[in-house]
């Protein structure tokens, strides 16, 4: 597959200590990646968000689902990382796009590709 070819990747923010404060970034990262909340569709990613438990008695990753290129995923990256400050692990990963689904129809629909 071609690198820069649209694809699903996980942005995930690792030390949330629960799910109440990996919730609470969603806000601001949705901010970086749609800053005007009330334009005309489509963003310029889509995007989504989950949250999952990375060890019961650890913490609570915030994982941010985007379908795009991977050189953009790694910027959104960085300005995630910038957001969040230096205390929370950012990584990037490819991610399944079964599991995320709905950004893959967002981007054929958006796309005109049915």
Same mark, same amino acid.
């Given at each position: 597959?071609?690198?820069?070819e649209p694809r %699903?990747?996980?942005? =995930?923010?690792? #030390?949330?200590?629960?799910? @109440?404060?990996?919730?609470?970034? @969603?806000?601001?990262?949705e901010r970086l990646?749609?800053?005007?909340?009330?334009?005309? /569709?489509?963003?310029?990613? /889509?995007?989504? $968000?989950?949250?999952?438990? +990375?060890?019961?008695?650890?913490?609570?990753?915030?994982?941010? *689902? %985007?379908?795009?290129?991977? *050189?953009?995923?790694?910027?959104?990256?960085?300005? %995630?990382?910038?957001?969040? #400050?230096?205390?929370?692990? %950012?990584?990037?990963?490819?991610?399944?796009? *079964?599991?995320? +689904? +709905?950004?893959? !129809? @967002?981007? =054929? $629909? !958006?796309?005109?590709?049915?």
């Amino acid at each position: 597959m071609d690198e820069d070819e649209p694809r %699903v990747y996980e942005i =995930r923010i690792h #030390g949330c200590p629960t799910s @109440q404060e990996a919730l609470a970034l @969603q806000d601001p990262i949705e901010r970086l990646l749609c800053p005007d909340p009330d334009h005309a /569709p489509p963003c310029e990613i /889509p995007w989504s $968000f989950t949250v999952t438990g +990375e060890d019961p008695d650890t913490s609570t990753a915030l994982v941010l *689902g %985007v379908y795009t290129s991977s *050189g953009r995923a790694k910027q959104v990256a960085d300005r %995630v990382r910038t957001r969040v #400050g230096e205390t929370r692990t %950012v990584a990037v990963s490819e991610g399944d796009a *079964g599991e995320w +689904e +709905e950004l893959v !129809e @967002q981007y =054929r $629909f !958006e796309k005109g590709l049915g």
